[in-house]
């Protein structure tokens, strides 16, 4: 399932794709390792939710595309309950991605939920080290308004995908260090690594540069 799911990655502006099943959550993904299962089912629910309501409206839809300012999100009914969800940069050819989808879409819908139980991902979750704070602490904690301001420029850089990669980098840094202004290098560094592009990365630190000054934050 990654191969086929894989081909689509070849084509320019395609970051990324989940294949999802109402019934058995995430099947398998070849997004960054930072997007967890977990946050990735619970981006599932939502796009289904989104894409069933579309249907109720419009009863031949068999695809819908979310447009955000730095991100599109192409969600396609591949089989009875079984969906694909594509990321992409604005600039991706929707035209070459439709096609693609078109000549998959036979090999996924075989594997739907009617065709029975479909194996699982080959990277299943994990248990974490318990983090020294939670994302809801730092989030409601005394950085609560610095990293609120970080994350809605993360959101400018990556679009709708600014949550998972921003908690998830959170989450990373809660278990490597105490959290706090003295010990925000870390936490820069996991989001460089999430956000996967050198170029968005830089443009992400220069936009976060006088919010960080702002804040008293030194030496980053």
Partial sequence: MNQVIDELKEIQGVIGSVLYSAKQGVIATNLPSLFKVERLAEMGKVLVKIFSTGRM???DTNEVSLHYDESVVVVREV?????????CDPSFN???LTMSLNLIEGELRDMGDDAGT???????MTTSP?????VDQMMSGPLADLLGEMQRDLARI???????IFEESLERWGQAVNPG???LPPLLEFLGEAIGDSEKSTEYSKLIA???????????
Avoid: W
Wanted: hydrophobic share 45%; aromatic share 6%; proline share 8%.
């Fill in 181 to 183: 202004k003295k010990t």
């Fill in 94 to 96: 929707l035209s070459l």
């Fill in 210 to 220: 006088p919010v960080l000054e702002r804040a008293g934050v030194q030496g980053v």
């Fill in 79 to 87: 089989g009875n309950k079984l969906y694909l969800f594509v990321i």
């Fill in 130 to 134: 318990q983090p020294l704070q939670t």
């Fill in 57 to 59: 409206h419009f009863s």
């Fill in 158 to 164: 990556v679009g709708p995908m600014a949550r998972i």
């Fill in 118 to 124: 479909v194996t699982l991902m080959d990277n299943p």
